[in-house]
């Protein structure tokens, strides 16, 4: 059964056990998670055989900036500009998902006189990925 975009939560925290808060006024957000293939084919094989290397995840969130968003958008700059601790819960129907300890990558606010002030936020996996 699919499950509505909007349903998606997106939370962060300092520590692995949380508390985690809500990160405010996203309305992209994407989660990739990779793994890179070890090519372990001998001679006497005929088809290619491979083994899982190291795993990786990205997360990349970009929404209306809120700077009054203390415990959300700020924390993550925080972390970024501190290099401190940054756990993210990545949840896609708002209550199960996944949960991995991030370094902040990029945080870029932009603004146009036509419009509203917005953020882009990339975020780069530091350690496993977890279910939540």
Request: proline share 3%; hydrophobic share 40%.
């Given at each position: 059964?699919?499950?509505?975009?909007?349903?998606?939560?997106v939370?962060?925290?300092?520590?692995?056990?949380g508390?985690f808060?809500?990160?405010s006024?996203?309305?992209?957000?994407?989660?990739?998670?990779?793994?890179?293939?070890q090519?372990?084919?001998?001679?006497?094989?005929?088809?290619?055989?491979?083994i899982?290397g190291?795993?990786?995840?990205?997360?990349?969130?970009?929404?209306?900036?809120?700077?009054t968003?203390?415990?959300g958008?700020?924390?993550?700059?925080?972390a970024w500009?501190?290099?401190?601790?940054?756990?993210?819960?990545?949840?896609?129907?708002?209550?199960?998902g996944?949960?991995q300890?991030v370094?902040?990558?990029?945080?870029?606010i932009?603004?146009?006189?036509?419009?509203?002030?917005?953020?882009?936020i990339e975020?780069e996996?530091n350690?496993?990925?977890?279910?939540?």
């Amino acid at each position: 059964m699919a499950i509505s975009g909007k349903t998606l939560v997106v939370k962060v925290g300092a520590a692995q056990a949380g508390p985690f808060t809500l990160v405010s006024e996203l309305k992209d957000a994407s989660f990739s998670q990779s793994g890179a293939n070890q090519d372990v084919s001998t001679f006497d094989v005929d088809w290619m055989k491979r083994i899982q290397g190291l795993k990786d995840g990205s997360f990349s969130l970009s929404g209306f900036y809120a700077p009054t968003d203390t415990n959300g958008q700020v924390a993550i700059r925080n972390a970024w500009l501190n290099d401190t601790p940054l756990f993210i819960q990545y949840l896609p129907n708002a209550t199960a998902g996944f949960q991995q300890e991030v370094k902040v990558s990029k945080f870029d606010i932009k603004a146009s006189a036509s419009g509203v002030a917005e953020v882009s936020i990339e975020l780069e996996g530091n350690g496993a990925i977890t279910a939540v």
